[in-house]
């Protein structure tokens, strides 16, 4: 592939890392990265990447712009409220950088749509904010062996690994073997989330993804990087893959995906 | 043996906003058993009516999961760290 000249300048400070180069480059400028969740997290990983020029960005998310987004979801702005999220995305990133496709997907993450979706990409990345999801997004790409970039934050503290269970590293169901009922963890927007902890954990992602795509450096595959915003902490915890794991163990109880995005936010009453 | 214990943001309510109290014991069962009687009610929410450990939280021995190590009986030392790690999820809404 030939870059243009144009191209040659905006990837200028990518091209001259030898750890990225032109060859690299060109990797990220042909990947293929699906974002789920075009809010907190999905707003700083999707527009990193498309700043980095990978090639071809899907964002799936169906909910619409809400004032009450625009704390934390810098994708969006006062403008695209009311108008679906992942159209407001793909404004936004080929704003900067008519590089990159973006593939809107306004639609609900399901067991039966995920394997579908997850199939023309090379990179998952999960962004959603519910249990439910996260067990489907785990499963399919589990069964379609792809990399899942996972974040998640609530209140002033954030998660992030990368889970490879079709290798030798760990799936998400290693490191949570099972979803809590609702009401039992806040999970959701009624919890609370310091918005610039999405920025902090969702750019963790990007540079995950980019790494990937790139094949350089360790990925935190097997381990769990936490992040405390309050007292600005980061720690590092090992996560072994499971040998007994209902799904990426060799005697799987877990055979096609599972996991309901019917999953209901509720905050424990105590 | 007094071990630091660190405690997440959603169970902070149950030891006054503390992030870390020390607790005494020679297994993590007795470090849950001295956050009960100092916390009350924090255990329903780490361990199920049979007394084991729910499936969407994590106590990390330091950097090791005790899972996979002798679950709740894991023997803990003076000066070490356990941590409780529970599933988070949110991120888009």
Redesign the interface.
């Known amino acids: 592939m030939a870059f243009r000249e144009d191209q040659i300048a905006r990837y200028s400070r990518h091209i001259i890392l030898k750890e990225v180069g032109g060859k690299g480059q060109e990797k990220l400028l042909s990947a293929r990265v699906l974002i789920?969740?075009?809010?907190?997290?999905?707003s700083p990983v999707a527009m990193y990447l498309a700043a980095a020029g990978v090639g071809t960005i899907g964002l799936i998310?169906m909910?619409v712009v809400d004032v009450s987004?625009l704390q934390r979801q810098i994708m969006h702005s006062q403008t695209t409220v009311g108008i679906p999220k992942v159209l407001s995305g793909q404004k936004t990133l080929t704003r900067m950088n008519p590089d990159v496709r973006v593939v809107p997907i306004q639609d609900r993450l399901t067991a039966e749509n995920a394997m579908e979706l997850f199939s023309g990409y090379d990179v998952i990345v999960?962004?959603?904010?519910?249990?439910g999801?996260?067990y489907i997004v785990n499963d399919a790409a589990f069964f379609l062996k792809k990399t899942l970039v996972s974040?998640?934050?609530?209140?002033?503290?954030?998660?992030v690994t990368v889970l490879e269970g079709h290798t030798s590293a760990p799936c998400y169901r290693c490191?949570?073997?099972?979803?809590?009922p609702p009401g039992?963890?806040?999970?959701?927007?009624e919890?609370g989330?310091l918005g610039v902890l999405?920025g902090t954990?969702g750019t963790l992602q990007a540079a995950e993804v980019v790494k990937k795509i790139l094949g350089v450096g360790e990925l935190l595959t097997g381990r769990?990087l936490?992040y405390?915003a309050?007292?600005m902490t980061f720690?590092?915890?090992?996560?072994?893959k499971?040998p007994h794991c209902a799904l990426c163990s060799p005697s799987p109880t877990i055979t096609t995906v599972s996991g309901s995005s019917e999953w209901v936010c509720q905050v424990p009453a105590? | 043996m007094s071990v630091v214990v660190r405690i997440?943001?959603?169970l902070r309510?149950?030891t006054g906003n503390q992030?870390e109290v020390r607790e005494e014991g020679k297994t993590v069962r007795e470090i849950l058993n001295g956050l009960e009687s100092h916390y009350p009610?924090i255990r329903e929410?780490l361990t199920d009516e049979s007394g084991e450990l729910?499936?969407?939280i994590?106590i990390?021995l330091n950097?090791?999961?005790i899972?996979?190590a002798e679950g709740l009986d894991t023997t803990v030392k003076a000066g070490d760290e356990v941590?409780i790690?529970?599933?988070?999820?949110?991120?888009?809404?």
């Open positions: 789920i969740g075009a809010g907190g997290l999905g998310d909910d987004n999960d962004g959603s904010d519910n249990f999801t996260r974040g998640s934050i609530l209140r002033f503290e954030g998660q490191l949570y073997p099972e979803a809590p039992l963890v806040p999970s959701c927007s919890a989330v999405a954990i769990l936490l405390d309050l007292s720690r590092k915890l090992k996560v072994p499971d105590s | 997440p943001t959603p309510k149950l992030g009610g929410r729910r499936r969407f994590n990390y950097e090791e999961d899972r996979f941590s790690i529970p599933a988070i999820a949110g991120g888009s809404r």
